[in-house]
């Protein structure tokens, strides 16, 4: 391996530095702007992240490996197969997102129940993967542009270093378009959690209106009609990654929209005002 040349364009490294801005900003700011404004329950917050955990990585990951296999993909048909994979990702996290906040409902009836939770669910798909890995990538090309693929392949056991090289090579000759597109997927994400989140709670909870069910299957909808690109896109049926992603931010902005137009119907309080200064977070 001494004769490797490996370097990563300055793209990579701001793309991942855009990422990383990205995915700890976005949370950051939100949580700021809502905590002066004592609108932030930290209950509904850890609520939200084990609940992400448990339905939209566990649960999902467990009904994707049985159901909907990649080795299927050429029995059941690239169409098929997206939808299927989409309808289980829609019903994952929009189950989970509605079974959690039925349970907080039970105590808490404030507004600040679903802004809390819509912080909290996409939190750990932002910090983890988004975050952690830029960091991660964003290290390892300056290193590598720095001091050379061998410096960081020497700093490893001699029985990873294939691996790790193997892994250096792809990271680098993916198109630099690819990251960027993540940026806005992951921010397209953060922007769905509070929107889902915020529709499901009308289908508990209103001020000026009566709950109504048909929230649970709009909020299904939007969540099926953000992840079918990326099945058609993951099984082969379409490379265009510039519309996948598109497709994916502008469906995420309409859920969006959507609970910002319902709440002025059915909330008296959306209108974020600061409350008493004794008033209790939880």
Known sequence: MEDIQLAFPDGFIAAMLLLLIVCCTLPVLYFIYFAFKRKINYVSILAAIAGYLLFGYYLNGILMINIVPEARIQQTGVVFYSVV???????ANVGGIYVCLRLLSQRYD????PISFGLGYPLFVLIMEGGANSM?????AYTVNKEGIQKVLGSVEEAQRSKLLEQLEEMAASPLADYYYSVGKY?????AGIGLSRLLWYSLRGERRKPSWLFIPAALILRFLMELPIGLYTSGATDNMALTSIIYC???LAAL?????????WDEGEQVAAGPVNRRLL
Do not use: P, Q
């Open 257 to 265: 929209a959507a609970s910002i137009i319902v709440s002025k119907m």
């Open 187 to 191: 921010a397209a994400f953060f922007i």
């Open 250 to 252: 502008a469906v995420s």
């Open 136 to 140: 991660y990538r964003m290290s390892m």
């Open 85 to 91: 994979r989409a309808l289980i990702v829609g019903l």
């Open 110 to 113: 404030s507004l600040n129940t």
